[in-house]
């Protein structure tokens, strides 16, 4: 999903699209997901950031983080800052997973940085990124 698809699982995850601050010159994007609402087929979530019309070098601290919405607490987060970005276009950020439809949701950081405007991510079963085609 991405900002022209904003809704997925009636609407159990839902994509803010771009929310741009123009004075402060920066954006965010935020996804939004009921986890409650994601049917018990599907057992990864794979976060991918594409930086579209630049380079990930262009973007201001470009982060992930996972909070938990009922007592905004952090869960974890994966900073791009001062990473090797040069002239790379996107990165697969992380991915939640579960090993079954009542299994607890996982975070794993991955930070593989690639150059195309899109990812199409490849796991094994036991949940390892195999590959990314981009």
Not at 40 to 50: A, E, I, Q, R
Not at 91 to 103: D, F, S
Not at 125 to 132: E, I, K, Q, S, T
Request: hydrophobic share 35%; aromatic share 10%; with cysteine.
């Amino acid at each position: 999903m991405d900002y022209c698809s904003k809704y997925a699982f009636d609407k159990a995850i839902i994509h803010s699209g771009d929310v741009i601050d123009y004075e402060q010159k920066s954006g965010t994007h935020r996804i939004s997901i009921e986890m409650a609402k994601i049917p018990s087929n599907v057992k990864s979530l794979v976060f991918t950031m594409s930086a579209w019309h630049c380079l990930l070098e262009d973007i201001k601290q470009p982060s992930v983080y996972l909070e938990d919405f009922s007592n905004k607490s952090d869960l974890c987060s994966y900073e791009l800052e001062g990473k090797p970005t040069k002239s790379k276009k996107s990165v697969v950020m992380c991915k939640l997973h579960r090993k079954g439809p009542q299994a607890r949701w996982e975070m794993v950081a991955i930070g593989k940085i690639g150059m195309g405007d899109a990812a199409i991510c490849s796991f094994d079963n036991a949940g390892d990124l195999l590959y990314v085609l981009w």
